[in-house]
């Protein structure tokens, strides 16, 4: 596999604090990942998982705290990743009467991406399914079709909430492979989960607490 062309970037975040609906959901959050390092966010459910995923993605805004994100070329910056991240949530949105290739045509243009689309697909399992609607799709091959748009998107950051879900073992270990080889590559990964997952690499593990 050829190295991503994205910038490396290293990402910190200090005692960050979100709100739901006006109500405090987590406080005090704070972690550094460099170039080649994975997060697993763990937590009951309520604790904050997804939202703090949003938060880094800029679909929720901070109340507390400060994000910051270094490159090569510069120092750290305050703001949001937004323009760094690649989003795997629970919805895999995709568009159910185009094919799994026009699908995913269709996102690498949005991305400007020039990745390799059939290669993406193969990486995922799922090449032989190129010229099925995403509607007939069963929920693990939709799971994979969205695991596909993570590679396309070429984005250092990867936010993955639940990615196992609905993945027999060995889709989920073809997951845990990806995101190895993505760190690998220089990236970083942030991982929401109640399951076991052990992405190869430098991985840490933050617990999250919801606010009083």
């Known amino acids: 596999m050829s190295a991503a062309s994205f910038e490396p970037i290293s990402l910190r975040a ?13 406080r005090g959050v704070s972690f550094v990942l460099n170039p080649g390092e994975a997060m697993i966010l763990r937590g009951d459910n ?16 901070i109340v507390e705290g400060s994000l910051e994100v270094k490159s090569a070329q510069a120092d750290w910056q305050s703001g949001t990743a937004a323009g760094l991240i690649a989003w795997q949530g629970h919805e895999d949105a995709h568009k159910r009467a185009l094919t799994v290739l026009e699908n995913l045509a269709f996102w690498a243009r949005i991305h400007e991406s020039k990745c390799d689309l059939d290669n993406a697909l193969e990486r995922v399992g799922i090449s032989a399914l190129y010229h099925f609607q995403a509607g007939q ?10 695991l596909a748009r993570l590679l396309i998107q070429n984005q250092p950051i990867w936010l993955l909430d639940e990615p196992t879900a609905a993945l027999d073992a060995k889709a989920a270990k073809m997951s845990e492979e990806l995101i190895a080889a993505h760190l690998n590559d ?3 990964a942030i991982i929401a989960t109640h399951s076991p997952f052990a992405p190869k690499g430098k991985v840490s593990e933050l617990n999250l607490v919801a606010a009083a």
């Not at 005692?15 to 959901?25: N, S, T």
């Not at 309520?46 to 880094?56: D, H, I, P, Q, V």
């Not at 799709?137 to 969205?146: P, W």
């Open 14 to 26: 200090q005692d960050l604090g979100c709100d739901r609906g006006g109500q405090p959901v987590f």
């Open 137 to 146: 799709l069963s929920a693990g091959q939709k799971r994979r079709l969205a």
């Open 186 to 188: 220089g990236g970083i």
């Open 46 to 61: 309520g604790a904050g998982k997804t939202s703090l995923l949003r938060l880094l993605a800029g679909l929720l805004p």
